[in-house]
T-cell receptor, first 110, second 114 residues
Framework: GQQVMQIPQYQHVQEGEDFTTYCNSSTTLSNIQWYKQRPGGHPVFLIQLVKSGEVKKQKRLTFQFGEAKKNSSLHITATQTTDVGTYFC??????????FGKGTRLSVIA | KAGVTQTPRYLIKTRGQQVTLSCSPI?????VSWYQQTPGQGLQFLFE???????NKGNFPGRFSGRQFSNSRSEMNVSTLELGDSALYLC?????????????FGPGTRLTVL
């Protein structure tokens, strides 16, 4: 079945440094979504990408969908303590359910 | 608009017992999905319901079951609980249509099996 792998599992950065998490799927995806889960909270939707090579920005966050629609990345510029949490990617093909990566837990040291 | 609600928020059970968790989706959302979240395993898909029908099912044993009512509210049941069933159970609703739409998660039910 479809698998979604995410790296790194953990990332510790100094406040102000950049952060990137990568997501790779074993199959071509119809769309990829990113979610953020704060400690003790539940996942919250950030964005959805559907087009090959698509790039979307939300303030300091940049999301990319690969040309082959099998990989994606989330880049945060100049991290802040409010960015702390676990970032999940999730993708699906056709009418299959979303498959989530295991997430990247981001710690920001002030 | 009210968000997704889940009850109860916390539950402690012993091995062999059964448990029923409830989820009320956002008004107008017809799809409800259930996920199991454990440390290091991320979110594992249990099942998805749309218009009272199970549309997709994950790789969990038959002890895990669910249903959806005509008002889109959903329940999941776990019978013969095992220690390994201890987890955060998340419910998510979406507008429906196709699977894979943006998921709106509830706060989760934290189940502890002793």
């Amino acid at each position: 079945g479809q698998q979604v792998m995410q790296i790194p599992q953990y990332q510790h950065v100094q406040e102000g440094e950049d952060f990137t998490t990568y997501c790779n799927s074993s199959t071509t995806l119809s769309n990829i979504q990113w979610y953020k889960q704060r400690p003790g909270g539940h996942p919250v939707f950030l964005i959805q990408l559907v087009k090959s090579g698509e790039v979307k920005k939300q303030k300091r966050l940049t999301f990319q969908f690969g040309e082959a629609k099998k990989n994606s990345s989330l880049h945060i510029t100049a991290t802040q303590t409010t960015d702390v949490g676990t970032y999940f990617c999730a993708g699906n093909s056709g009418n299959t359910p979303l498959v989530f990566g295991k997430g990247t837990r981001l710690s920001v040291i002030a | 608009k009210a968000g997704v609600t889940q009850t109860p928020r916390y539950l402690i059970k012993t091995r062999g017992q059964q448990v029923t968790l409830s989820c009320s989706p956002i008004s107008g959302h017809r799809s409800v999905s259930w996920y199991q979240q454990t440390p290091g395993q991320g979110l594992q898909f249990l099942f998805e319901y749309f218009s009272e029908t199970q549309r997709n099912k994950g790789n969990f044993p038959g002890r895990f079951s669910g249903r959806q009512f005509s008002n889109s509210r959903s329940e999941m049941n776990v019978s013969t609980l095992e220690l390994g069933d201890s987890a955060l159970y998340l419910c998510a609703s979406s507008l429906g249509g196709q699977s894979g739409n943006e998921q709106f998660f509830g706060p989760g039910t934290r189940l502890t099996v002793l």
